[in-house]
């Protein structure tokens, strides 16, 4: 069986085969062909007892084929995340909204303490306010660290 048919067997059975994927298929094919070619001639710089070395240019052309590799797999659905996405499943929220979601919390809470005209206070009440609000930012951002941890 041919890697082209591996693969469409493969995107067959995950449900999202497309005959447009065939173009992709046959490119991902030969870009493996390319990379275990490259791996070969890489290998084959090492010296005697030895391993190749990272720095060979043959290693490099490896790197490069791996990305186009990855790149291919993600297009069609071949890694997990790339499947879900074409699928139209996600995982919950995703980073951005949880940090838009944090930040309209602390807003909230910020919200909740007004604080009255600093020139109607006396300097014993200002101090009491002023220590009052770091007691409770602290507080405020210890619970969202906490929170952080737990997500």
């Known amino acids: ?17 497309e005959p447009a994927f065939d173009p992709l298929i046959k490119d991902l ?8 070619r490259a791996e070969k001639a890489w290998a084959a710089t090492a010296p005697p007892d030895g391993k ?9 052309i490896v790197a490069q084929l791996d990305r186009e590799i990855l790149g291919y797999r993600e297009v069609m659905g071949l890694t997990p ?20 979601d944090r930040l309209d919390r602390i807003a909230a809470r ?13 300097p014993d009440e200002a101090q009491a306010l002023a220590e009052g609000k770091t007691a409770a930012w602290g507080a405020l951002v210890s619970e969202l660290n906490t929170e952080a941890e737990h997500e």
């Open 1 to 17: 069986m041919t890697r082209e048919q591996v693969y469409t067997r493969q995107l067959q059975a995950l449900g999202v085969y």
């Open 29 to 36: 094919a030969k870009a493996e062909r390319r990379r275990t």
């Open 52 to 60: 190749p070395s990272f720095l060979d240019p043959h290693y490099q």
């Open 81 to 100: 995340k790339s499947l879900r996405r074409l699928r139209g499943v996600t995982d919950g929220p995703g980073e951005q909204d949880l940090i838009v």
């Open 110 to 122: 910020v919200e909740q303490y007004e604080a009255p005209e600093a020139h109607s206070l006396d």
